[in-house]
């Protein structure tokens, strides 16, 4: 799967997001078909060549965790997908190339995305949490999100940024919204 697929997937499954307040509720229940889900499963877990050592660990731990929470879901009925390739670890240049290609006009002073992007997009840093192992974006029905929202913390995962939906962090208790 491209990288413009994977962007164009991910804009079709977080469109359905409708704000109410400080939260967010998936829209539909549209699930991807299962060679879309194998395709995004295989290329999203792959971790990049220029992740430190660090960032590998982190990166497992994430992995396994969320292998635990899926299961879980999966077990009470719901299916957490991930978005799309890149959706778990990204290396420093595909997040760049990312903010490059979405964010064309666009630039991060401090690390603080100035200007508008067409997907929203994280500017690079070291310390961004895609980067360091530690978050996936998903692909979530209503009734998915509402099982993450009451279970995640089970598996240390929980939401940091209010207006991504699909934006969930391993091990950041300090960072979690509810």
Same mark, same amino acid.
């Given at each position: ?56 660990a982190?990166? $497992?731990?994430?992995? &396994?965790? %969320?292998?635990?929470?899926s299961?879980? *879901? ?6 957490? #997908?991930? !978005? ?8 420093f $240049?595909q997040?760049? &190339?990312? %903010? ?5 006009? *666009? ?6 995305? #100035?200007? !508008? ?6 500017c690079?840093s ?8 530690s978050a996936?974006?998903? *692909?979530l029905?209503?009734s998915?999100?509402?099982w993450?929202?009451n279970n ?6 929980c939401r ?6 699909w ?12």
């Amino acid at each position: 799967m491209r990288i413009t697929d994977a962007l164009v997937l991910l804009t079709t499954l977080t469109a359905g997001c409708v704000e109410y307040g400080e939260d967010y509720e998936m829209m539909g229940e549209e699930e991807p078909s299962a060679d879309t889900t194998e395709a995004i499963r295989s290329t999203a877990i792959r971790i990049p060549a220029d992740a430190t050592a660090a960032d590998r660990a982190r990166w $497992a731990a994430t992995s &396994a965790a %969320f292998e635990r929470m899926s299961a879980a *879901a999966s077990r009470a009925g719901h299916n957490i #997908q991930l !978005t799309g390739p890149n959706s778990g670890i990204r290396g420093f $240049a595909q997040q760049a &190339a990312l %903010f490059a290609q979405n964010c064309p006009s *666009a630039r991060c002073v401090n690390g603080v995305r #100035q200007g !508008t992007c067409r997907i929203v997009t994280a500017c690079p840093s070291r310390n961004a949490p895609h980067i360091r192992g530690s978050a996936v974006d998903l *692909a979530l029905t209503s009734s998915a999100y509402r099982w993450l929202a009451n279970n995640a913390r089970s598996y240390s995962f929980c939401r940091t940024v209010s207006s991504e939906t699909w934006h969930w962090e391993h091990n950041r208790a300090s960072a979690c919204l509810f």
